[in-house]
């Protein structure tokens, strides 16, 4: 099946630093993916949608600012988390939509998630 | 807004034991409701989904039930397998394009032989 990888799976960072995520759908083209977190005991959360060659949609209360993503290719997506700070320590997972029409269109492929912590 | 609920882990089983993991959800119109898995080292894979009331989604030997009436989405599958063990999301969508996705917390299975 189509896969999804993320690197790195886990990283840490001093605070005040900045850190890049990488999504990468590895055999399908993806105009599509999308960037969540999950909190310890919490459910994932949307933090934004990433199309191809344009800016990103964030959801309410994610600072665009601070979670820069870059959708510069069909195969790729980057999370740069800016000033990490401790309270950003999460787990991050990206998700791609294949890009066909049809009811394939609709199928999304997680990647394996990154653990981030800030120290 | 719209939210899921599911039961804390981890769930504890033998082998061919029975599973049942719960999921209740909220939300405002007529969501599409799924499960997905997560095997150690892996991303999440859609295990199974349904679109409207009363549909079962199936699949591996899992199953679940659109219950609109109990706003009820429960995972269940007769005998488990060590190979099961995985964290299970349950998650719905305000409609059939899954852009968005509201996810439970997970629950993590663990199967002992």
């Known amino acids: 099946g189509a896969v999804v990888s993320q690197h790195p799976s886990w990283v840490i960072c001093k605070s005040g630093t900045s850190v890049k995520i990488e999504c990468r759908s590895l055999?399908?083209?993806?105009?599509?993916m999308f960037w969540y977190r999950q909190f310890p005991k919490q459910s994932l959360m949307l933090m934004a949608t990433?199309?191809?060659?344009?800016?990103?949609?964030?959801e309410q209360g994610v600072e665009k600012d601070k979670f820069l993503i870059n959708h510069a290719s069909l195969t790729l997506s980057t999370l740069t988390v800016t000033s990490a700070h401790p309270e950003d320590s999460s787990f991050y997972i990206c998700?791609?939509?294949?890009?066909?029409?049809?009811?394939?269109?609709?199928?999304?492929?997680f990647g394996e998630g990154s653990w981030l912590t800030v120290v | 807004g719209d939210s899921v609920t599911q039961m804390e882990g981890p769930v504890t089983l033998s082998e061919e034991a029975f599973l049942t993991i719960n999921c209740t959800y909220t939300?405002?119109?007529?969501?599409?409701l799924f499960w997905y898995v997560q095997y150690p080292g892996e991303g999440l894979q859609l295990l199974l989904k349904?679109?409207?009331?009363?549909d079962k989604g199936s699949n591996k030997g899992f199953e679940a039930t659109y219950r609109k009436e109990t706003t009820s989405f429960h995972l269940e599958k007769g005998s488990v397998q060590v190979s099961d063990s995985a964290v299970y999301f349950c998650?719905?969508?305000?409609?059939?394009?899954?852009?968005?996705?509201?996810f439970g917390t997970g629950t993590r299975l663990q199967v002992f032989p």
């Open positions: 998700s791609a939509r294949v890009s066909e029409t049809g009811d394939s269109g609709n199928t999304i492929y």
């Open positions: 055999d399908f083209q993806a105009t599509t």
């Open positions: 990433s199309n191809e060659g344009s800016k990103a949609t964030y």
């Open positions: 939300a405002t119109g007529y969501p599409s």
């Open positions: 349904a679109t409207k009331a009363d």
């Open positions: 998650a719905l969508s305000e409609n059939f394009n899954t852009d968005k996705l509201i």
